[in-house]
């Protein structure tokens, strides 16, 4: 089966410039997330879907970062203005359905900025 | 506050040694506790525990949770230079529907 794909794979932008991420989750998985890895640290969630609805976004700062899972299948997570500190991978993971546990990820999107 | 806590930071062995890497934690309304893999990208899945005492086996890998100590432990036997890795324990609560991962330990083994 095909897995969860992100895009893009990297990216370099300046301090309060605004930069977009994509991702396509496995087909047919209904919950759908969105992780903050900074380097060195453990991956920490930033939002959380079901389907098209909103389950947790409790540590998304939402001064600046928004995302939205529309229709329900793939995702975008936005950031606007970024800030130093934003420079991370950010990984996109699915799941079957929010009681099924396993996360199957996406190679992430490096955001570096400067 | 909830925390997810993985022993040691890092470790060196040789191939063919034995290890074993710790995780615990203190999570409200615990659900679930996975072990990742991951390599120079993203995470890859490699147990999901949720009852204590039932060990969970995939080849060289085997992994177990303690939910009244409230810890995991992964070992890996016969350690090969593929194992090299960062592994990472997450855990899930029923409260939010948080996930909560460690740091995890970085492993290295040599030739």
């Known amino acids: 089966e095909a897995g969860v794909a992100q895009s893009p794979r990297y990216k370099i932008i300046e301090k309060r410039q605004s930069v977009a991420f994509w991702c396509n989750p496995i087909s047919g998985h209904a919950t759908l997330y969105w992780y903050q890895q900074i380097l060195g640290q453990g991956p920490k969630l930033l939002i959380q879907?079901?389907?098209?609805?909103?389950?947790?976004d409790s540590q998304l700062p939402k001064d600046r970062f928004s995302a939205e899972r529309l229709k329900g299948v793939d995702s975008t997570l936005k950031i606007q203005p970024a800030k130093l500190e934003d420079s991370a991978v950010y990984l996109c993971a699915s799941s079957l359905d929010l009681v099924v546990s396993e996360q199957f990820f996406g190679p992430g999107t490096r955001l570096t900025v400067l | 506050e909830d925390k997810v806590v993985q022993s040691p930071l890092s470790l060196v062995v040789h191939e063919g040694d034995t290890v074993t890497l710790n995780c615990s934690y203190e999570v409200t309304n615990f659900r679930s506790l996975l072990w990742y893999k991951q390599e120079k990208k993203a995470p890859t899945f490699l147990f999901m525990l949720t009852s204590s005492g039932i060990e969970k086996k995939s080849g060289r890998l085997s992994s177990i949770l303690d939910k009244k100590e409230l810890f995991s432990i992964l070992n890996i036997t016969a350690t090969q230079t593929g194992d090299s890795a960062i592994y990472l324990c997450a855990v899930g609560s029923n409260t939010g529907n948080q996930f909560y991962f460690g740091t995890g330990t970085s492993l290295t083994v040599i030739p």
């Open positions: 879907f079901q389907n098209n609805g909103v389950v947790d």
